[in-house]
């Protein structure tokens, strides 16, 4: 399931939250210098708040609520006993306490539809190292509330909450930490708010239905910190495999007032065939690698972010071993709007954002050598969304169209406007590499019957498939990248023919910091 994020080489209902205004929240341990340069009020209206779940977790009910089946913490395997014995939409109120499974490694709950957990004030269920599973199996539109969900050992890519990814489950005021695998799993028309999803092994939530695509998701109002704690990446070196959320085959996701930070590797990060997002109103800080990445998908709207001090170790890793790829913090990759795929928007519009001192800014990135049938997809075998059958990519007809053009992801129409970009060298401790707005490809080499070969696709996502920059706010020492990483440009460059990019921008090189 773990897909690479990076190019092949370039030869080849309201919530009870406590919130905090962003200007004076307090970093977790280890966290980065605060710029010097403040954003405008007017440019962080909609994201100057964090959602402090973890710090301060919503209680449940105290009593159990009238109808409820209680369940006795001293029981060991009280909780999937009582769930098996009782009818479907059955409410079960855990006793403050910790609350146990038997200790086989597949002892789990398996709820009936419609079934309620509620979790009394200091109500934890434990998965003491030996349970893989806390919550699995089919049944629909079931509900967690109020409880806390620790030390289960998921295997890699698997999930603790919903480990078979059922539909229309709803996740409130939990918390999921310490487990191996991901936190949780997703399912269709699920709704995870208000949770704390934190120093999960793997994930914190894995959005991936083995059968079928997820639609209408919602992650809302949570704190997502400190996961990937086996550092997947280093084990399975170019896995893509980590992130505080992934997100696969996704259609339809409202992504909004989230606190992402101090993730080993990629804050957010949907990857292949995603559709239809909107990424709002979060606060995305301080996480090991890139903010959001948005890779081979389609239709997104990203605005009213906070998003700083993201990149650091990743970007600084790459540049340190002389790399010269634009590693960024907003990174698209062979994405891009498509209006004959249903949406809300036909295109990628990223506007109204905060970019603070992140390790580089936006990368918009083609790799020619990824597509249909291609031994290059990195996509496990996937194909666009406009191609079914991914054997007709083949030559010849992979050559003439409509194959042409849709056998391959595009990142095109993509509009990135009214954001406002910092950057204050000093502060991210940089001399070099860390300051790049970039558009480009790879010349492209292989297979040997690819259509794509040569210069054509970094040509097209340049100048021909509606990328744009525009009436943004550039302030501190920015430098712009153009059709491939060799081009590195001045303002002049950037604005100029033929990339006109920025038109209607407002620069000030020496006031970042």
């Given at each position: 399931m773990g897909m690479k994020r990076r190019r092949w080489a370039f030869a080849a209902a309201p919530l009870?939250?406590?919130?905090?205004?962003?200007?004076?929240?307090?970093?977790?341990?280890?966290?980065?210098?605060?710029?010097?340069?403040?954003?405008?009020?007017?440019?962080?209206?909609?994201?100057?708040?964090?959602?402090?779940?973890?710090?301060n977790p919503a209680a449940g009910p105290a009593k159990a609520p009238a109808g409820s089946v209680t369940v006795d913490p001293e029981v060991v395997g009280d909780l999937a006993a009582k769930t098996k014995s009782n009818p479907p939409n059955t409410t079960f109120w855990l006793r403050p306490g910790k609350h146990r499974l038997d200790p086989d490694r597949y002892a789990q709950v398996i709820p009936k539809k419609g079934d309620r957990y509620l979790g009394a004030p200091g109500a934890v269920l434990d998965g003491r190292k030996k349970n893989q599973y806390a919550f699995g199996g089919s049944a629909r539109n079931v509900t967690i509330r109020y409880l806390t969900v620790q030390r289960f050992v998921a295997p890699p890519d698997e999930g603790v909450v919903n480990h078979d990814s059922a539909d229309g489950w709803v996740i409130e005021h939990a918390t999921i930490q310490h487990n191996d695998g991901a936190g949780l799993?997703?399912?269709?028309?699920?709704?995870?708010?208000?949770?704390c999803l934190r120093e999960n092994g793997q994930y914190g939530m894995n959005a991936y239905k083995a059968n079928g695509r997820i639609s209408g998701l919602v992650v809302e109002g949570n704190e997502i910190v400190g996961n990937n704690t086996g550092d997947w990446e280093r084990r399975r070196e170019g896995c893509g495999c980590t992130g505080g959320i992934k997100f696969w085959a996704v259609n339809g996701a409202d992504v909004r007032g989230n606190w992402v930070h101090d993730n080993r590797g990629t804050g957010l990060w949907a990857d292949t065939n995603n559709n239809d997002f909107r990424i709002e109103n979060n606060v995305l800080q301080d996480n090991?690698?890139?903010?959001?990445?948005?890779?081979?998908?389609?239709?997104?709207?990203?605005?009213?972010?906070?998003?700083?001090?993201?990149?650091?170790?990743?970007?600084?890793?790459?540049?340190?071993?002389?790399?010269?790829?634009?590693f960024a913090t907003v990174y698209l990759s062979e994405s891009g709007g498509e209006p004959r795929i249903k949406a809300r928007t036909d295109k990628i519009e990223i506007y109204r954002n905060v970019l603070e001192n992140n390790w580089s800014g936006i990368t918009l990135w083609e790799n020619a050598d990824r597509f249909c049938n291609s031994p290059a997809n990195t996509s496990s075998g996937d194909c666009t969304l406009l191609v079914r059958d991914a054997d007709r990519c083949a030559e010849p007809a992979i050559a003439k169209p409509p194959l042409f053009a849709d056998c391959r992801w595009k990142t095109q129409r993509v509009d990135i406007h009214d954001?406002?970009?910092?950057?204050?060298?000093?502060?991210?401790?940089?001399?070099?590499?860390?300051?790049?707005?970039?558009?480009?490809?790879?010349?492209?080499?292989?297979?040997?019957?690819?259509?794509?070969?040569?210069?054509?696709?970094?040509?097209?996502?340049?100048?021909?498939?509606?990328?744009?920059?525009?009436?943004?706010?550039?302030?501190?020492?920015?430098?712009?990248?153009?059709?491939?990483?060799?081009?590195?440009?001045?303002?002049?460059q950037w604005q100029g023919t033929p990339y006109q990019q920025d038109a209607g921008s407002t620069f000030r090189p020496q006031a970042g910091g």
């Amino acid at each position: 399931m773990g897909m690479k994020r990076r190019r092949w080489a370039f030869a080849a209902a309201p919530l009870a939250l406590a919130l905090l205004a962003t200007t004076g929240c307090e970093s977790t341990s280890g966290a980065k210098a605060e710029s010097k340069a403040a954003p405008s009020a007017s440019a962080t209206s909609a994201a100057r708040s964090v959602a402090r779940v973890c710090a301060n977790p919503a209680a449940g009910p105290a009593k159990a609520p009238a109808g409820s089946v209680t369940v006795d913490p001293e029981v060991v395997g009280d909780l999937a006993a009582k769930t098996k014995s009782n009818p479907p939409n059955t409410t079960f109120w855990l006793r403050p306490g910790k609350h146990r499974l038997d200790p086989d490694r597949y002892a789990q709950v398996i709820p009936k539809k419609g079934d309620r957990y509620l979790g009394a004030p200091g109500a934890v269920l434990d998965g003491r190292k030996k349970n893989q599973y806390a919550f699995g199996g089919s049944a629909r539109n079931v509900t967690i509330r109020y409880l806390t969900v620790q030390r289960f050992v998921a295997p890699p890519d698997e999930g603790v909450v919903n480990h078979d990814s059922a539909d229309g489950w709803v996740i409130e005021h939990a918390t999921i930490q310490h487990n191996d695998g991901a936190g949780l799993m997703a399912g269709a028309r699920q709704k995870v708010r208000a949770s704390c999803l934190r120093e999960n092994g793997q994930y914190g939530m894995n959005a991936y239905k083995a059968n079928g695509r997820i639609s209408g998701l919602v992650v809302e109002g949570n704190e997502i910190v400190g996961n990937n704690t086996g550092d997947w990446e280093r084990r399975r070196e170019g896995c893509g495999c980590t992130g505080g959320i992934k997100f696969w085959a996704v259609n339809g996701a409202d992504v909004r007032g989230n606190w992402v930070h101090d993730n080993r590797g990629t804050g957010l990060w949907a990857d292949t065939n995603n559709n239809d997002f909107r990424i709002e109103n979060n606060v995305l800080q301080d996480n090991d690698g890139a903010a959001l990445i948005y890779e081979t998908s389609y239709n997104a709207v990203i605005r009213n972010n906070m998003i700083r001090r993201n990149n650091w170790v990743e970007g600084r890793r790459e540049a340190d071993r002389g790399d010269t790829f634009p590693f960024a913090t907003v990174y698209l990759s062979e994405s891009g709007g498509e209006p004959r795929i249903k949406a809300r928007t036909d295109k990628i519009e990223i506007y109204r954002n905060v970019l603070e001192n992140n390790w580089s800014g936006i990368t918009l990135w083609e790799n020619a050598d990824r597509f249909c049938n291609s031994p290059a997809n990195t996509s496990s075998g996937d194909c666009t969304l406009l191609v079914r059958d991914a054997d007709r990519c083949a030559e010849p007809a992979i050559a003439k169209p409509p194959l042409f053009a849709d056998c391959r992801w595009k990142t095109q129409r993509v509009d990135i406007h009214d954001n406002r970009f910092v950057l204050d060298k000093s502060v991210v401790k940089c001399t070099a590499k860390c300051d790049r707005m970039a558009v480009l490809a790879n010349y492209g080499t292989y297979p040997d019957w690819s259509p794509y070969q040569g210069e054509r696709v970094a040509e097209a996502v340049t100048t021909k498939q509606h990328n744009r920059w525009h009436d943004n706010v550039y302030l501190g020492p920015w430098k712009f990248v153009a059709h491939d990483p060799s081009r590195v440009l001045d303002l002049g460059q950037w604005q100029g023919t033929p990339y006109q990019q920025d038109a209607g921008s407002t620069f000030r090189p020496q006031a970042g910091g």
